[in-house]
């Protein structure tokens, strides 16, 4: 019996894990090697280079508007996208019109709401940068300056992803799009489920609907908020597709929409410098886990805090 | 459930530790770079006067077409006669605008095509793929008889400079530019006709042109606003007549400074002085090349810096009536070291052969048969454009855009220039010294010294950077 | 690589776990009217509730607009679409589908996509629902650590691992293949699938399995036979959830699976939007783009409350 047992866990084990082993925890290893190389990618022969990879990207200025950029992405696309996600999700679940006897109400076709809302989050990203980038389009054709002319503003016609002023914003607005949804979504299932009673109370106590927000809601919440918070993170950190697809160049005017993911894949795919992109990949993982650490730091003093 | 056993039972701990030995195993023996991935290249075929690169007469054929302003109908009907000559063999034939996306990667895993026409805004880095030894030596192709007359090598076929331009440093040719290219100001010859204007030889006519025009509502110029490298077409050229030849090999060899000369800097001012007297085209850091073009042919401005290609390339919509052609930028005064008609021809849609391709000579023969007179002729009559093959135009009666290509050619004589910028560093001329300054300066979002300033920069941190491969004109 | 960096994600009880039923909530519990409560006055309501709808449907609008574009723009010609983008076309070009359906493969790219996404998406629910239950319910050495292995995946940036597996598939010969891109994106859905279905496991009651084991059933057979079927609703969740992230994945086919005729949907999807660039046919993109949709749409509406279940669920367990 127990022997049968073990042959039922290692048989039940040893695929899965020679999978995840071979394609995905290998590569990730491997990585980390070879940012110490100067591997092409093109041929079998590398040397050692030590930390000259590194030493190169201290000097490079596009790794740096790379970097800068991905910070910005990171610091902006979770505030915004997490902050519209609570206020419509509180604003569906509080904002209806009072019936009889209820404490709070949830607005008539909320459920609609948020089939719509949730719509984006379903589309490839690859469809979602094509689509983004024909609306942003500046000449004839383009959604959104054939919107502004129709309501009258044939003067403002900016360039949108023309403009190296615009184009990171313009990515950050694809981004939002896309991913407000879910978290309306997501709000909204915890928001439901926190007990009427905690409501009640807070009514009782004279406060109304907005307080009740950052003294209930918001708090009993805040578990979630911290998840989506490095969801967004990890989103934000990639933004490869957006940048490829849907930007000029790719990567923008000036450099304005290079991010780290993209910057690697041309180091690696267009410049035979696979060693020299592994380094940024380390770099990427870096900010990665700074990010989560700080994230996580965060939530625990706001926890202590309530 | 499992709190019934013993947690010190020795075959638990045998299994853990196959559980971690198998993957680690697996993992040693996938580790990357590993071994080279190389198919194997396909046996030599027989020499013989119809086949004098010995290609396997059976072997398989994988060619890759860019799919841009010439599309891929003209190699696709040199593939035919490719299996006309080696029934046995097997051609694939595949068209796309993302080259560098689709191919770049097979670089990396050694199962390249045998034939690419590596072109277009998503082109690979050809001093890379050189300098990372990538490619075949394409001189058995070039010393082969042509196909035409077995007396002539096919090198001796070839309009002047197309082998040079093939070479790197050093003797061997990587690439052979299949079409020849006339850059230049392209300019609408219709609306210079209606309003009763002549081209510009100077640039204060140019000034005073555009100024006329933008009274009549038109603009002077337009251009490829998101692909802002299309504008050193007609200004390396002007750079040369002003400051003459070795301004533009100062700049390609990255002097230091190569780009604060006084020609440089006086012809990127002179571009800036368009954008900043409003004779651009509004809207155009928006467009794209198409974009771009489609204003142009359809009266909207009348000068635009482009290639040959684009007569073909705007054939959907141009207008019937409309007569475009090309002419040698405007010079300063006369003080210019270059006479008027000074101008950019060298070749264009650079074919290569890789050198870990399954079968190498199959794509040479393919490119011998592609320089033949009667592929050549071909090319003409459909894409409206010159072939490296010295003719191919006896006898078909060219459309406007090309005959000025050729008169074009004829008027400059000697004085043809041939930057080598964009095939040496891509990376250096696309997105650095065109999206990231010219396009900005035009944009009207820098200033001339800025932008010069900007350039020499990028300019020198890539002679600086070691993992590029440098390479100079001798 | 443990679980501090993901904090509360696969390890902490966060304090919603005891608030969100297992089953997830429906949808529109809110409505219902519950206990009496204190009147407030009704003007604050009201206004509230006109506030609300108009930013709702503000938002409503923003997301809508932008499909509804592509698919009016869908059945336009060129010369329409560049006239006026807002503009209602004339007659409704239906060639326009047929035309990218055929011409620009986006048939052939669907085909792929449908047999890439089958293959794994079936392998990652049959193994990582097999390493989940032996996770969960078993004990022996090396558990937590081949948990913690698994989930540790869900935080790295895929994009760091890509250059080392593309070469390690080259090796392999899986680069260009169906098969190699089945496994690639198993292993790159097992994290959160191992992750999930674990603590969903974890929930499920022992003892049918106990009986079924003392009945003489195998190991494996209760798990095929009993757990697998009780595991049904979590097996859902995260089979949808795998789905739109496997179907709509885009950066590791880009990399790994560059054959010609292999190409899934959003590739070929940025292929013709590409080559739209040098032939301007407007009109064809838009067809593909929303013949690309489609697919993923009538999945959506059919499936709605399981897809926004299954998608969020994660972050909420």
New interface residues.
Partial sequence: M?????R????????????????????????IY?SFTD??????D?SWVGLENYD?LLDD?IFWKALRNNLLLLLVLPLVTLG?GL??AF?????????????I????G??F???????????????VA??????Y???????LN??LR?IGLDSV?P??L???DLALWCVMAVMV?CN???YV??F???M?????DFY?AA??DGA??FTTFFRITLP?????V???W??MG?IA??S??VV??MT??P?G???STEVL?FY??TK???????G???AL??A??IV??IF??I??RL?RRERLEF | MGSDFNRRDLIKRATAAGLVAAPAATFLTSCASGDDGDGEKVEQGKKTDKNPLAVNESAGLEVVIFDGGFGDKYAKDAEVLYKQAYPKAKVSHSATTKIQTKLQPRFNGGTPPDLIDNSGAEQMDMGTLVGKDQLMDLTPMLDAPSIDDPTKKVRDTLRPGVVEMGQFTGKEVWILYYAYTVYGVWYSQTLLDKHGWEYPKTWDEMLTLCADAKKKGIAGWTYAGKHPYYLPFSMYPMMAKVGGREVLDAIDNLEPNAWHHPAVKAVIEAYYELAAKGYILKGTPGLDHIQSQTKWTEGKAIFIPNGSWVENEAKKTTPKDFQMAVSAPSGLDSSDKMPFGTIWASGGEPFIVPKRAKNPMGGMELLRIMLGEASSRNFVQQVSSLTSMNGGTEGVTLPPGLQSSNDALAAAGENIVNPRLQDWYVALQKEKIGIAALGEMMAGRMKPDECIKKIQKFADDTAKDDSVKKYKHT | MTDTQTGAVPEGEPVTTQLVPPELPGIDKRDAPSAPGKRQSGSEGRVLNVFSHAFLVVWGLLVTLPVLWAIMTSLKTDSEILKSPWALPDELKWNNWSRAWQDANMGDYFMNSVIVVGGSLVGTMLLGAMAAYVIARFEFPGNRFIYYLFISGMSFPIILALVPLFFVMDNMGLLNTYHGLILVYIGYSLPFTVFFLTSFFRTLPTSVAEAAILDGASHTRTFFQVMLPMAKPGLISVGIFNFLGQWNQYLLPTVLNTGEGKQVLPQGLVELAATQGYDGDWSGLFAGLVLATLPVLAVYIVFQRQVQAGLTAGALK
């Fill in positions: 127990q022997h049968g047992k073990y039922f866990i290692v048989g039940f084990l040893a695929l899965p894990l020679a999978i995840y082993a071979v394609f995905v925890i290998s590569p990730f290893v491997q990585a070879y591997w092409t990618g093109l041929s079998s590398y190169r200025e519209l206020f419509f604003m569906l679940n509080v904002g209806g019109k009072r019936r009889r006897g209820a404490v109400a949830g607005v008539r909320s459920g709401y948020k089939v719509v809302y949730f719509f984006p989050q379903v589309l490839s990203i690859a469809i094509v689509l983004f980038r024909y609306a389009e500046p000449t004839e054709g383009g959604a054939g919107f129709a016609q360039l949108w023309g403009d190296p799009w407000v949804g879910f979504v997501l909204s299932a915890g439901s489920s926190i007990p009427r009640e009514l009782l109304n609907r009993l919440l805040w578990d979630t911290q998840t989506g490095i969801y990890i950190l990639d490869f597709a490829q697809i000029i160049g990567g005017p000036d450099y993911s690697l894949y690696s795919f267009r410049d035979g410098q696979a020299q992109a592994t990949g380390v990427l993982l990665t886990l989560a650490g994230v996580m939530g």
